[in-house]
């Protein structure tokens, strides 16, 4: 009787807790050709699912024709799907051909087709630069030939190649258009990170972006930097909600929640590579974090404080000019073939 009593209690519950986690679905993805389905689960928005995955808010919405920006817990979305996006451009960049013209050098081409002369140097080895030839062939692989927005060399001195517009959205408002440009991959991190900050906090006011890129990327005064598409300008989160754009920041009203928030969600995607902040708010930071439980030892690669402002090693660092915004560069993605 009393082995009876027991059996019939674990079958209780094991049934109990299967009815339990019905109820509150796990995070689960599966494949389906080249297809991936993920179940929604409690706590996600389509901004943190996006970031997850590595795909735009908006292909999300039109794979799963979304009409609002709501989600239930346990309902399954398409979060990859190759064969749902159309690809007009060829698959893979092109080699372009020049033919010499009477005064041409390496360092004409270079300048025509924006690129390095060491490139056109490593494309055609077997070309000696000092007896071209009216006539001649040469070689040049062109990124964004394939239609993909590319960051090209370094931060400092580089170009951006199919640019794409960051526009103003819930969340984030654009100062100039035509000074924010990025690639693709980039603008939809950005977008991705506003649309999960505006699920947590509904109330949050819209950051300014400030200056990215030219649509073509080269030189933008009075940055150094910004010539590449991955750098981007962007106002701290002001406590009370206070939508201020580029304004100074003390530890009044620099907003530790937020801000930790969306530094700490974008380093997680593991496509930061720097984010600039100045080192008086770093010590705001680092004193939330510790107060929401994380440990110094964590913190060490993320944040320069409290170690010295010219120490290297963490994300977060200072850089003058810094307590009025803040500066993210994205590291080289995986379309950004010459990109350092």
Known sequence: MRWTTLFSLTIALTIWASVGQAEQPSATTRNRADT????????????????????????????????????????????KSEEKVKRPTPARALPVIHVIKRGDTFESVAKKYKVSIKQIQKWNRKTNPRKLQIGQQIRLQIPGRDGKSASYGKANRGRLYNGVAMQSIPGMRVRNVARAYGTRRVIQLLEASAYDLRARWPDAPDVEIGDISFRSGGRMRPHKSHQAGRDIDISYYHRGNVETGFREMDSETFDAAKNWHVFKTLMDTGEVEYIFVDYRLQKILFEYASSIGYSAEELAPVLQYPASAQSNGAVIRHARGHDNHWHIRFKCGPDDKQCR
Do not use: C, M
């Open 36 to 79: 991936v389905f993920y179940t929604v689960s409690a706590g996600d928005n389509l901004g943190s699912i996006a970031l997850r995955f590595g795909v735009g808010v908006g292909e999300v919405k039109a794979w799963n024709d979304l009409e609002d920006d709501d989600l239930e817990p346990g309902r399954e979305l398409i979060v």
